[in-house]
């Protein structure tokens, strides 16, 4: 006896082997036996075979007229061998039964199934509303032929052009163009960023990436919505002649300087601060806008501001203008440097000049200020300021090793990036120029005395805190954002609160604010502050500036390592040099261009490579090289470094790694004044990752006020003041 069944919602057929009670033991054509229920059998029956069975039940399925079929079934539940009766016109031999049933059930739009064998037909408005939808389907099925054909060729079809975006960052998969894109990409094995490419849906790789952080961050554009810049109450005009320094590509100037001789012969030396929180309050629009934003993003060539160029225009330190600002003003005896007072207060401030960096730097060195040679607009001020620097910097070097800390290393190189019609420019510059000094150890000052500000007053305030936590040293040493004023070892004060660039970072507008309120309000300053202690919203603004600050500062360390491989090609470079960095990551000398050279033989941290330059990819940002020549000799067994310390990390690997104050606890560089430095590219290389939970207190160095260091962007961005980038270099524990 042989049995037709269904199995696992096929249909089988098979000889009968044996039968315990309702079961059956099944051999089927292809030789495997099966153990099979009665409730599953269908048919029994002796002659055909089962194979033949199921060789005639297949060639009748696909005869059958499944539209007339449907017509004769009625409305009523049937089996399946009452309607072979009504459609064959005699009890239906097995083949014919089983043709049935298979076309019943492979015509499900036509038919039910409401039981083993049994189906009901269904309504007419029903089966045609399933038609149509069958249609549809077949359209759409065409067209995304049509659409893959096109995409293959290399043709960009014409509905996708507006969605490229779309279909490679959040794309609905469900969409014939989405499906259409993933099928051509299997079908020319590649990805869809790089088949949008081919195809012209995204100009360029730099376009690509530049996409990619703009959907992710700016889904709505950056453009801003118009505003009316709010009126500042009159201020007075302070007896100065402020100058600031900056880079020639900065527009958003927020701090200057002033010295001033008092009668009884001290000095009252100025550091002026733009004051957008004069006029922008707290849950106005202007507020929304840079809440949102949280800081202005950096890259090489471009940026995008947080707060509209009007309201930057009117705030920004600009030569010639008397500027609203916020003035802490310290009072110096001479003789000793010794600070007498402070005093902060809302003024305007006459700014007599922009000084640039690329006038000043080779005019303004150690030599000239102690010669004095050279001559260059506020020299004199400059030289004062020069000698009061110096005693900061040591009273607070004296303060960073009384926390177990290293002295800082300055001997380490910058890299600026300049792009112009898409040529780009990497020049390398020597940290701790004296005007970079100035300006970032006068921004240190400044953050840490109006922390300290805040704190007296019961205001609570955005602080950059580090040491004195729990865990190992790296815990410890990690730099944190917290609303009390804390030590930040790293810098060498006792509290340190972001407070000198509110043109560009919310957390310091919002400082500004508290600020404003203990100097407006004094004992009733803690009333008065816009935010008061435990403000849950001061808490959220802390959590995410964190997480928007570093998206921004991935997205400028993706940019600066895009140009360093534009610019491999665009110099036609086909051998570089290279320092090692640790094992198998080493950085290029000539650009801040950090890769991984897998099986690479020991050599010494620090040591020189030659490397010939095989291949690199603007899309992946990768880069293949291979080892030509050591230039020094590889490290003995018992000259290697041992990078698994804390405190003991190798000031080697801090130097080549160029760890500025623009990097963070996340590797990237600050995104308030763009930096390029060799750690730029360690968490893009493969099997590297990069913990340089120390290195935030750069971040904090550079960040300081308006100088966030040296500007690696370019064209029309802010080149900082820093030299603090290299204050922190010792304390940085990185393992690749």
Request: charged share 25%; glycine share 8%.
């Amino acid at each position: 006896m042989n049995l037709f069944f269904e199995e696992s919602g096929d249909f089988k057929a098979g000889s009968v082997l044996s039968q315990q009670g309702e079961a059956y033991q099944v051999e089927l054509p292809t030789g495997k036996r099966s153990k099979i229920k009665a409730k599953d059998v269908l048919i029994q029956y002796t002659a055909p075979t089962p194979q033949d069975l199921l060789d005639d039940a297949h060639k009748i399925a696909a005869e059958v007229d499944v539209e007339f079929l449907w017509e004769v079934a009625g409305q009523e539940e049937f089996g399946f061998a009452e309607l072979g009766v009504e459609y064959f016109g005699h009890a239906p031999i097995p083949a014919e039964a089983a043709g049935l049933l298979m076309c019943l059930h492979s015509a499900p739009i036509y038919f039910y199934k409401k039981g083993r064998g049994r189906y009901k037909a269904a309504p007419e408005i029903s089966l045609r509303a399933a038609q149509a939808g069958l249609e549809k389907k077949r359209l759409l099925a065409v067209v995304q032929a049509q659409y893959v054909a096109q995409l293959v060729a290399n043709v960009l079809p014409e509905i996708m052009k507006p969605m490229a975006l779309q279909l490679l960052y959040k794309p609905d998969k469900n969409s014939i163009e989405y499906k259409a894109l993933d099928a051509a990409c299997q079908t020319l094995q590649t990805t869809p960023a790089r088949l949008m490419l081919a195809v012209g849906g995204i100009a360029s790789p730099k376009d690509l990436h530049f996409s990619k952080f703009l959907f992710e961050f700016f889904p709505k554009g950056v453009g801003f919505p118009a505003i009316t810049i709010p009126s500042v109450a009159a201020l007075p005009l302070a007896d100065v002649r402020a100058f600031s320094i900056d880079d020639v590509t900065t527009t958003e100037i927020d701090d200057a300087l002033s010295v001033t001789t008092l009668p009884d012969g001290n000095l009252r030396i100025g550091i002026h601060i733009a004051a957008p929180g004069l006029a922008v309050k707290r849950d106005d629009a202007i507020d929304a806008i840079a809440r949102h934003r949280m800081s202005t993003v950096y890259m090489p060539g471009d940026k995008i501001t947080m707060l509209p160029d009007a309201l930057v225009e009117a705030f920004s330190l600009d030569e010639g203008k008397n500027c609203p600002a916020l003035s802490l003003y310290a009072t110096l005896d001479p003789l000793d440097w010794r600070l007498i007072s402070t005093e902060t207060k809302a003024e305007l401030v006459p700014i007599s000049a922009n000084l640039r960096h690329n006038t000043l730097d080779m005019l303004v060195t150690e030599e000239h200020l102690t010669s004095g040679d050279g001559e260059y607009p506020h020299k004199a001020d400059i030289a004062v300021l020069w000698q009061w620097i110096s005693v900061l910097e040591k009273g607070r070097m004296a303060k960073r090793e009384s926390f177990g800390l290293r002295p800082e290393q300055n001997n380490r190189v910058d890299f600026n990036f300049y792009v112009e019609n898409d040529i780009v420019t990497i020049a390398r510059r020597k940290r701790g120029a004296p005007l970079d000094k100035i300006v970032a150890e006068l921004m240190i000052f400044a953050n840490s005395t109006w922390g300290k500000l805040m704190n007296d007053h019961g205001v609570p305030g955005i602080y950059r805190a580090q040491g004195g936590g729990s865990g190992g040293w790296a815990t410890k040493m990690q730099v944190r954002m917290v609303t009390h004023a804390a030590p930040h070892q790293g810098l060498g004060v006792d509290q340190y609160a972001w407070s000198t660039s509110p043109l560009r970072r919310y957390t310091d507008l919002v400082n500004q604010w508290q600020i404003l309120a203990c100097v407006e309000g004094g004992v009733a300053a803690p009333l008065v502050a816009p935010f008061k202690q435990r403000d849950a919203d001061l808490f959220a603004i802390v959590s995410a500036f964190d997480a928007i600050y570093a998206g921004y500062g991935d997205f400028q360390s993706t940019m600066e390592r895009y140009w360093c491989l534009r610019w491999l090609g665009q110099e036609q470079t086909k051998q570089v040099e290279a320092v090692v960095l640790k094992d198998e990551i080493l950085r290029l000398t000539e650009i801040p261009l950090v890769i991984k050279l897998p099986g690479m033989q020991q050599v010494a941290r620090g040591a020189s490579v030659k490397l010939d330059l095989i291949r690199w990819d603007e899309v992946d940002l990768s880069l293949e090289v291979r080892l030509l020549e050591v230039l020094t000799p590889p490290a003995t067994e018992g000259e290697q470094i041992d990078a698994t310390g804390d405190d003991e990390v190798s000031e080697e690997l801090d130097a080549a790694m160029d760890l500025s104050h623009e990097a963070d606890v996340t590797q990237v560089a600050d995104p308030g004044r763009g930096a390029a430095h060799g750690f730029d590219a360690l968490d893009n290389v493969s099997g590297a990752v990069m913990e340089a939970s120390i290195g935030a207190i750069s971040s904090d160095l550079g960040a300081i006020c308006g100088t966030d260091g040296v500007s690696h962007t370019g064209a029309s961005v802010e080149e900082g003041n820093g030299i603090g980038d290299s204050l922190d270099s010792a304390a940085i524990n990185i393992n690749l």
